[in-house]
């Protein structure tokens, strides 16, 4: 059996189809095993034989849509792919806080190259890609309130809306749920 964890794409916890209970419900309405939920923000873990990932993202993603009227996205990780990931241990020495943000940022279409902007974000330091699980790592200066980091423009430009960030506290939260 495979663990996933589905990184699901423009989930606001105040819709009422966008519960975890309605999202889980979906889960298992496809048969998948062992599903549960990692905070209010669309995130999904399940165990599954499938072991086709860009199958199962279309699955769950139409079935998303047809069941809850959710058009966003949904982007596959497996167990193994995000323990690596942790394992890399990125961000040696920074927390997570109200002014700095670590984050990862997961793209769908894994053979696009990952190239990073000419010009650095003054309010961004990308600390690197991760290619086994095409997620860029950066961090991000949140100190000043109104501000948008560059970097994440840039990511929306060069890779349109099959991308997904999470704090890295919310990554290691995943991994926690799917070792349970």
């Not at 990862?104 to 000419?118: G, I, S, V």
Request: proline share 5%; hydrophobic share 40%.
């Amino acid at each position: 059996m495979n663990r996933y964890a589905a990184l699901l794409r423009g989930i606001a916890p105040s819709n009422p189809n966008m519960s975890n209970e309605k999202l889980r419900g979906v889960f298992e309405m496809l048969g998948f095993e062992k599903v549960a939920s990692v905070l209010a923000s669309g995130n999904i873990v399940f165990h599954s034989t499938d072991t086709d990932v860009s199958d199962l993202e279309d699955r769950i993603q139409q079935a998303l849509n047809a069941e809850l009227g959710i058009a966003g996205g949904t982007i596959i990780r497996s167990y193994e792919e995000l323990r690596a990931l942790l394992d890399t241990d990125p961000f040696p020495g920074l927390t997570h806080g109200r002014g700095t943000y670590l984050v990862a940022t997961f793209l769908k279409n894994r053979k696009k190259a990952a190239e990073l902007p000419d010009q650095p974000d003054p309010l961004t330091r990308v600390v690197g890609f991760d290619k086994a699980c095409s997620t860029f790592l950066a961090v991000v200066d949140n100190s000043e309130p109104g501000k948008t980091p560059d970097f994440m423009t840039w990511l929306d430009k060069t890779h349109g809306k099959d991308i997904t960030t999470r704090t890295w506290l919310t990554v290691q939260r995943i991994v926690k749920k799917m070792d349970a």
